[in-house]
């Protein structure tokens, strides 16, 4: 079976423009790769947990903040691999230099036989539409595009298009 992750689009409004929050993923193989890399807060989970449940408990984990509102289901995507990534989008706000991620061990340097501990993620930043479109994994770029069009369609918050 595929492995499927699931995942929260946070957004708000700010000067009446779109801004969507991302992560980038720390450890060393993310360290020094930026545009393509950053991802919305998500992460893996498996049949005994729905999907929205886990897109929360994945974002407490990578923000070490709870997520709450009107959560709108996104169209999934297909990552690498063919991972299913499901999404809901939530406006909300958060303080992107206060999060706080869970950790995770791996043998570094490779083949060392030492153990290090890394944040799963190292920073979390807001962006603007283009922005984000450069900076997100481009398998997520649907989840922007299906925000930007139910924004412009049913008049979510700002009354100009996105």
Same mark, same amino acid.
């Given at each position: !079976?595929?492995?499927?992750?699931?995942g929260?689009?946070?957004?708000?409004?700010?000067?009446?423009?779109? =801004?969507?929050?991302?992560?980038?993923?720390?450890?060393?193989f993310?360290?020094? %790769?930026?545009?393509?890399?950053?991802?919305i807060?998500?992460?893996?989970?498996?049949?005994?947990?729905?999907?929205?449940?886990? /897109?929360?408990?994945?974002? !407490?984990?990578?923000?070490?903040?709870?997520?709450?509102?009107?959560?709108?289901?996104?169209?999934?995507?297909? =990552?690498?691999?063919? %991972?299913k990534?499901?999404?809901?989008?939530?406006?909300?706000?958060?303080?992107?230099?206060?999060?706080?991620?869970?950790?995770?061990? !791996?043998?570094?340097p490779?083949?060392?036989?030492?153990?290090?501990?890394?944040?799963?993620?190292? %920073?979390?930043?807001?962006?603007?539409?283009?922005?984000?479109? /450069?900076?997100?994994?481009?398998?997520q770029?649907?989840?922007i595009?299906?925000?930007?069009?139910?924004?412009?369609?049913? %008049?979510?918050?700002?009354?100009?298009?996105?």
């Open positions: !079976m595929a492995k499927q992750s699931a929260i689009l946070l957004y708000s409004f700010k000067d009446n423009q779109l =801004q969507v929050f991302l992560i980038h993923p720390g450890g060393p993310f360290s020094k %790769k930026d545009n393509g890399s950053w991802s807060p998500k992460g893996e989970f498996n049949n005994d947990e729905s999907p929205l449940d886990a /897109a929360k408990r994945e974002f !407490m984990e990578e923000t070490g903040q709870p997520i709450d509102g009107n959560f709108i289901e996104l169209e999934p995507v297909i =990552q690498k691999a063919g %991972k990534v499901y999404a809901w989008a939530v406006e909300g706000d958060i303080d992107h230099e206060t999060i706080v991620s869970n950790l995770f061990e !791996m043998e570094w490779p083949r060392s036989g030492k153990k290090q501990t890394f944040p799963e993620v190292d %920073k979390a930043a807001w962006f603007d539409v283009e922005e984000a479109k /450069a900076k997100i994994n481009p398998a770029f649907g989840f595009n299906e925000l930007i069009g139910i924004i412009n369609s049913s %008049k979510l918050s700002p009354k100009e298009d996105v």
